[in-house]
């Protein structure tokens, strides 16, 4: 799939986004933060060009994710927004996580997703979303988004109201760190051979 001809358009949706995102991010008494090691900038310091790497790029393999958060893009401290543009292949799957300090709100810009989030009170909340669509994902929520389509692929933008809204991925939490396998098996009511499968499962591919 070819990104030139969205540029455009990502463009104007994701002014749309940054407009409607909530603000997470303590006020700042300045325009702008500059890092320690900076004293002068330029329109450079205001410009991230790490998105350039879509335009005519090919279809990636499996889901991906390109963000423009306070990591990848310094200029964005304190200004409370961040973005992430997401590219989902046929049948393919952002797993199960959330964001602690911001809320998302993601506009598709082309295919089909089915997404959801689960409140606090264990409620499922789903929806089918098509091109032109906008959904949003209440903060500090576990939530997914899956391109069900076995032949069409998806594109996503998101935007979030804080520049470090941060990603914790359940799978990843639970299953590739060092909780201990028996309380794995006790949590999720399951054995720990059970729990040693879902690790070997989700183990980084050499």
């Known amino acids: 799939m070819a990104y030139s001809r969205k ?4 463009a104007v949706a994701s002014l749309a986004i940054v407009q409607m995102a909530m603000a997470g991010d303590p006020d700042i008494l300045t325009d702008f933060v500059l890092p320690p090691n900076l004293t002068n900038v330029d329109g450079n310091f205001f410009t991230f060009t790490g998105m350039r790497v879509l335009i005519g790029a090919p279809l990636p393999p499996t889901f991906k994710v390109l963000k423009a958060s306070l990591a990848e893009f310094p200029a964005l401290n304190g200004q409370s927004v961040s973005y992430a543009v997401l590219v989902y292949p046929a049948g393919s799957v952002n797993p199960v996580h959330t964001h602690p300090r911001s809320a998302e709100l993601l506009f598709l810009a082309e295919g089909a997703l089915e997404v959801g989030f ?5 409620k499922l909340f ?3 979303l098509q091109s032109g669509d906008l959904f949003v994902f209440p903060k500090g929520l576990v939530h997914f988004q899956y391109n069900a389509d076995a032949k069409v692929p998806a594109l996503a933008i998101s935007g979030f109201g804080s520049a470090n809204a941060g990603t914790v991925s359940l799978p990843n939490t639970l299953f590739n760190t060092s909780i201990d396998d028996n309380v794995l098996a006790l949590s999720l009511k399951t054995d720990v051979a059970t729990i040693q499968k879902l690790k070997a499962g989700l183990a980084p591919k050499k």
């Open 7 to 10: 540029l455009f358009f990502l």
């Open 118 to 122: 689960v409140d606090t009170t264990n």
């Open 126 to 128: 789903t929806q089918t």
